[in-house]
C-alpha cells in the first residue's frame, strides 16, 4: 500500500495481464453463474407443479362436498390441503425468483410492476429468511390441517410440540444468522 502526501493510504488493485490465467478462472467463475437458471427453471416447474395439483385438489374436494356435505370437519381439513399446496407452491415461486435475482440478474420493481417490492432480495439472508417465514407458514397450517382429523388429543399435542421446536429453531437461526434483528 502506498500513501499519499496528506498520509491516507491508497488501495490499488493488482495488475492483471488480459489474457493470464487468472482472467481466463474469472471468465469461467462468471459464466458458472448461468447455472444458476437450471434451479430457477425446476423450482418455477415445481411451483407450476404445485398449483396445478392445488387446483386439482379443490377440484376433488367440491366433488365430495357435493356428494357428501357432512361430516364438516374432514372436508375443512381437505380444503386446509390447499391452502398448504398453494403456500408450497407459493414457497417455490418466491424461491425461484430469489435465485434469479440473486444469480441471474436483478429484477427492477420500478418497470416491472408485477414483481412487488417485498420480493426484492440483496442476498442469501433475504431469500432465507422469505423461504424460512413461509415455511413456518406452511407447518403451521399443516398442523391445523391434522389437527382437524387427529383422532387424539395427545397425538396433535405431539406434533404441535414437534412443530413449535422447529419454529423455535429457525426463529432463533435468523437472529444468529443477522436476518431476524431489525437490520432488513
Same mark, same amino acid.
Given at each position: 500500500? #502506498? ?5 491516507? #493510504? *491508497? ?26 437458471? *437450471? ?5 418455477? +416447474? ?8 392445488? !387446483? ?23 380444503? +386446509?390441503? $390447499?391452502?398448504?399446496?398453494?403456500? *408450497?407452491? &407459493? !414457497? ?8 434469479? #435475482? +440473486? ?7 420500478? !418497470?416491472?410492476?408485477?414483481?412487488? &417490492? ?7 439472508? $433475504?431469500?432465507?429468511?422469505?423461504? *424460512? ?15 382437524? $382429523? ?10 404441535? +410440540? ?8 429457525? !426463529? ?11 437490520? $432488513?
Amino acid at each position: 500500500m #502506498e500513501s499519499d502526501s496528506g498520509g491516507e #493510504e *491508497i488501495h490499488q488493485e493488482p495488475y492483471r495481464a488480459e489474457g493470464g490465467p487468472s482472467f481466463g478462472v474469472e471468465r469461467a467463475l462468471a459464466a458458472s453463474l448461468r447455472l444458476a437458471y *437450471i434451479p430457477v427453471v425446476v423450482l418455477l +416447474l415445481a411451483a407450476l407443479g404445485a398449483f396445478v395439483y392445488g !387446483t386439482l385438489v379443490f377440484v376433488h374436494s367440491v366433488r365430495q362436498v357435493v356428494d357428501h356435505p357432512f361430516p364438516v370437519g374432514h372436508h375443512i381439513g381437505l380444503f +386446509l390441503l $390447499d391452502v398448504d399446496l398453494f403456500l *408450497i407452491g &407459493a !414457497t417455490l415461486l418466491i424461491s425461484a425468483v430469489g435465485f434469479y #435475482e +440473486l444469480f441471474v440478474r436483478e429484477i427492477p420493481t420500478e !418497470t416491472s410492476p408485477r414483481v412487488p &417490492a417485498w420480493l426484492q432480495m440483496s442476498d442469501l439472508n $433475504d431469500l432465507k429468511g422469505r423461504v *424460512i417465514a413461509m415455511i413456518v407458514l406452511v407447518a403451521s397450517v399443516s398442523f391445523v390441517e391434522v389437527v382437524v $382429523d387427529a383422532p387424539s388429543g395427545r397425538q396433535a399435542l405431539q406434533l404441535g +410440540l414437534g412443530i413449535a421446536s422447529v419454529i423455535v429453531a429457525l !426463529t432463533v437461526f435468523l437472529r444468529l444468522s443477522g436476518h431476524g434483528n431489525g437490520n $432488513d
